[in-house]
Each structure stands twice: as structure tokens, then as C-alpha cells.
């Protein structure tokens, strides 16, 4: 599951080192929740929130429904 996860965020890692940042996976726990560290110019950013939620947390549920949530740690 961990390497399925790091897969889908190679795809929108792009995206996000644009804008000077990116994205760290930090763990994905059994229940299907995904931590993930945003850095960078992502991690003092005032729309990393919807980032994570609207784009990363989205992507993901779609590619992979096993995923539940993520989160930033």
C-alpha cells in the first residue's frame, strides 16, 4: 500500500515543486489513513490546507479507495 501511495504522489509531486514545495509521505496506517509532511514553500503556504484536502487527499481517493483520509503531520 505504502509504495501504491508514493506511486500517486510522484504524479502530483509536479504540480506542487512548481509552486517551490512538495510532499513527504510520512506513513499510511492499516485503517487507510495517509500522513503526509508538506514542505517547502507548501508547508507556510495559507491554501496548503485546501491543497491537501482538495488536491492530494482527492487524487489519492480516487487512484486508490482504500484510502480513507490524509493527513499533514
Known amino acids: 500500500m505504502k509504495e501504491k501511495v508514493e ?3 510522484n504524479e502530483v509531486r509536479p504540480a506542487l515543486q512548481a ?3 512538495d510532499v ?5 496506517s492499516e485503517d487507510g489513513i495517509v500522513s503526509v509532511r508538506l514542505v517547502g514553500a507548501c508547508a507556510g503556504c495559507p491554501m ?25 503531520v
Not at 490546507?49 to 480513507?68: C, R
Open 7 to 9: 506511486s500517486v504522489l
Open 19 to 21: 509552486d517551490g514545495g
Open 24 to 28: 513527504e509521505l510520512v506513513d499510511v
Open 48 to 72: 496548503a490546507t485546501m491543497t491537501l484536502k482538495n488536491g492530494i487527499e482527492k487524487i489519492l481517493k480516487d487512484k486508490l479507495p482504500e484510502v480513507k483520509e490524509v493527513v499533514s
